[in-house]
T-cell receptor
Framework: DGGITQSPKYLFRKEGQNVTLSCEQN?????MYWYRQDPGQGLRLIYY???????QKGDIAEGYSVSREKKESFPLTVTSAQKNPTAFYLC?????????????FGQGTRLTVV | AQSVTQLDSHVSVSEGTPVLLRCNYS??????LFWYVQHPNKGLQLLLK??????LVKGINGFEAEFKKSETSFHLTKPSAHMSDAAEYFC?????????????FGSGTKLNVKP
């Protein structure tokens, strides 16, 4: 089945540590996105990528980094510079060049700082 | 500029009664509009989308939405709520020109269904 896989489902981070969230898709989509979700705030865009080896900052990129070395993969690193990383993180993908198409979402990773 | 306003953060209905979740949008260009549903600790699932083909859009699980350009609205409705409809719903807009690869999300509406 085609889809987006995020791992792990739950992740615990100690203060000062970097952690990497995985996102893999087999939908052959060019565009991939990372969102952060906090209660009552909807989804906020962290980074997005429309093509391999290229990515753009979203609205809340500070303290995060990404890479896009393969079309299928768009990992997100939460660095120690992110002061409040506890949140639910969602990865999405979409076809590029067809504006009427929807985004497909993974099942999310819940990150907690301990 | 693009933005989405979901007018109610929480909606509570009784099972078997109609559901209305309100969404207003602002877009510099003709938009594509979407409704997604999210169950707790899950990803977002597409309910329906408007792509300018027809103003009344039917989606999954008996939901539908009507695009009203004059009111810049895209309200989600269902004739009869079911307990399994309890979830959070997001209205999303993508402009058809410029940055059409970016989505703009409303802040969400939590639907509670009472037995």
């Amino acid at each position: 089945d085609g889809g987006i896989t995020q791992s792990p489902k739950y992740l615990f981070r100690k203060e000062g540590q970097n952690v990497t969230l995985s996102c893999e898709q087999n939908l052959n989509h060019d565009a991939m996105y990372w969102y952060r979700q906090d209660p009552g705030q909807g989804l906020r865009l962290i980074y997005y990528s429309q093509i391999v080896n290229d990515f753009q900052k979203g609205d809340i990129a500070e303290g995060y980094s990404v890479s896009r070395e393969k079309k299928e993969s768009f990992p997100l690193t939460v660095t120690s510079a992110q002061k409040n990383p506890t949140a639910f993180y969602l990865c999405a993908s979409r076809v590029v060049g067809q504006p009427n198409t929807e985004a497909f979402f993974g099942q999310g990773t819940r990150l907690t700082v301990v | 500029a693009q933005s989405v306003t979901q007018l109610d953060s929480h909606v509570s209905v009784s099972e078997g009664t109609p559901v209305l979740l309100r969404c207003n949008y602002s877009s510099s260009y003709s938009p594509s509009l979407f409704w997604y549903v999210q169950h707790p600790n899950k990803g977002l699932q597409l309910l329906l989308k408007y792509t300018s083909a027809a103003t009344l859009v039917k989606g999954i699980n008996g939901f539908e939405a009507e695009f009203k350009k004059s009111e810049t609205s895209f309200h989600l409705t269902k004739p009869s709520a079911h307990m399994s409809d309890a979830a959070e719903y997001f209205c999303v807009v993508t402009p058809l020109r410029n940055n059409f690869n970016k989505f703009y999300f409303g802040s969400g509406t939590k639907l509670n269904v009472k037995p």
